[in-house]
């Protein structure tokens, strides 16, 4: 491979831009999302040699493919050896039944593995251009306290988060507003919608030009980047024998994690299919049984919070992948090849209801702790076993630790999850953040003060 992968916008109304760029710009300028224009793949010999590999090599050998014109191989061998110091447990269920836990990193959910990866690379394009980039991001939750933890401590970069004092928990607030140093937490007396549209609002502000922003957010092709790796590694280390096949489930919201999935089967992961599971907000798994898109307006709500999405951002990028085009709106103005896509992914809807069942069903009769978005995988996988003849090797992917549900794992298990170390040390930790109203004034009375503090 002497060839460099460029980014090409899904809207296709911008220029090829390198990975660097992709990585700062975030969103094309046209407001599509970045996609490579060769997805690399990596041989059946390479594949095996991956079950004596401990993760942050494997992170090394995917990743690399992608970026071995555009970043110095020691340099990467560093990033993804201090970025995956934590275990990924895979946990064997029944048969050839198993659950991948990507719940052991700093924030206790799947987002570190994407977080970590992307501010890293980050720092890396920035510490010698002597520039101080401002990471300016809202958050409902889990993805700010990931990418907060995930840009800790590194200089020249400095994070403002944004989040909707009344609507995040306690525990969710703890994780962003006790890191200090480069990390400042904004709390908005307002909805999420809110702290969307002021941040929306500063990116389009000349004004703010000084500051460097960038973002962080989930379409960032930094943050689809390493959730490829994953795959490889779960089925490198479960397989048993030469190209068997394997399904794998995957919990979805914004189908960050499925397009990576997605991507390393056609980088070479044999996958026999990919079950897309959503909470009630099924505009997905409708789409794939009528050929019709209808976002779902206003999403949701559910108690697996993570995916209460309407109108899944990383959609644009599905659709390309299999020949479309959808714009940023959702509208669909190429039709992908639906029947290659029904092919490889099989797309279920799991009700509130049906995910508490399953977490109980599963402790009773496996001893498995789910929490609600896990839950919603293995029900999907299980749903899908039951009608094909093709049982075949499977993991279930668990995107967060139990402890983060506490109240809903008393009501159902009646049990109380240890949490992990991480989020033990953050009860006794001080917290400090700025409170300000829903008015972008404020926003930028703030941001522009930032440098005199
Ligand atoms: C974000 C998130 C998801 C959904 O992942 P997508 O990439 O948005 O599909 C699932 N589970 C948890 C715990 C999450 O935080």
Same mark, same amino acid.
């Given at each position: ?16 831009? #390198? *990975?660097?760029?992709?990585?700062? &710009?975030?969103? %094309?300028?046209?407001?599509?999302? $970045?996609?490579? /224009?060769?997805?690399?793949?990596i ?26 014109e555009?970043i110095?191989e020691?340099?990467?061998?560093r990033?993804?050896?201090?970025v ?6 895979l946990e064997?269920v ?8 990507l ?5 206790? #959910? *799947?987002k570190d593995?994407?977080? &970590?990866?992307? %501010?890293?690379?980050?720092?890396? $394009?920035?510490k /010698?251009?002597?520039?101080?980039l401002t990471?300016?991001?809202?958050t409902s ?40 140093g ?9 909805k ?13 502000d000349?004004?703010l ?16 980047l ?19 096949k ?8 914004n ?13 070479g ?19 794939l ?24 951002s ?27 896509i ?18 109980k069903?599963?402790?009773n ?5 789910l929490?609600?978005h ?21 993991v279930?992917?668990?995107?967060a ?16 999850p ?23 004034k ?12």
């Amino acid at each position: 491979m002497t060839k460099n992968i460029r980014y090409y916008s899904t809207n296709h109304n911008s220029e090829l831009v #390198s *990975f660097k760029e992709a990585l700062i &710009r975030g969103q %094309a300028p046209d407001k599509g999302l $970045y996609m490579p /224009d060769t997805i690399p793949e990596i041989s059946s010999d390479i594949i095996t040699s991956m079950k004596d590999m401990p993760y942050h090599e494997i992170a090394f050998t995917v990743t690399n493919e992608f970026l071995r014109e555009e970043i110095a191989e020691d340099e990467l061998r560093r990033i993804t050896k201090e970025v995956y110091d934590y275990d990924v447990p895979l946990e064997h269920v029944s048969g050839k039944k198993y659950v991948m836990r990507l719940d052991q990193g700093p924030t206790a #959910s *799947f987002k570190d593995f994407a977080a &970590r990866m992307m %501010a890293k690379l980050m720092h890396y $394009y920035t510490k /010698d251009e002597n520039k101080k980039l401002t990471i300016l991001t809202a958050t409902s939750g889990d993805t700010g306290s990931a990418v907060a933890n995930a840009f800790y401590d590194l200089d020249d970069i400095r994070m403002v988060v944004l989040f909707p004092y009344k609507e995040v928990s306690e525990r969710q607030r703890k994780q962003m507003t006790t890191l200090g140093g480069n990390i400042t937490a904004v709390a908005v007396d307002g909805k999420f919608d809110d702290c969307q549209a002021m941040v929306k609002q500063a990116f389009s502000d000349p004004e703010l030009e000084p500051l460097n922003l960038s973002s962080a957010n989930s379409i960032n092709f930094g943050r689809l980047l390493p959730q490829t790796v994953y795959y490889f590694y779960a089925y490198s280390k479960l397989r048993e024998k030469e190209n068997e096949k394997v399904i794998f489930s995957v919990p979805s919201g914004n189908f960050g994690d499925l397009m990576g999935g997605l991507i390393s089967k056609k980088m070479g992961v044999p996958v026999y299919k990919f079950i897309a599971a959503t909470n009630e907000n099924d505009e997905f798994p409708r789409f794939l049984k009528s050929g019709k898109y209808v976002p779902l307006k206003p999403s949701k709500d559910c108690i697996s919070n993570a995916m209460n999405v309407g109108h899944p951002s990383n959609l644009a990028r599905l659709i390309d992948l299999y020949g479309g085009q959808m714009d940023e709106k959702g509208k669909i103005n190429k039709m992908p090849d639906i029947d290659a896509i029904r092919k490889d992914i099989f797309s279920i809807s799991i009700s509130d209801e049906e995910a508490r069942a399953t977490i109980k069903d599963a402790y009773n009769k496996y001893g498995m702790i789910l929490e609600p978005h896990g839950a919603v995988g293995w029900a999907g996988l299980e749903n899908f076993l039951a009608q094909t003849k093709n049982p075949t090797l499977s993991v279930s992917l668990e995107t967060a630790h139990p402890a983060k549900f506490p109240e809903e794992l008393e009501k159902i298990l009646n049990i109380k999850p240890e949490l992990p170390r991480s989020m033990k040390d953050l009860e006794n930790k001080e917290e400090t953040f700025e409170e300000i109203s829903a008015d972008y004034k404020k926003l930028k009375e703030f941001l522009t003060s930032l440098d005199n503090r």
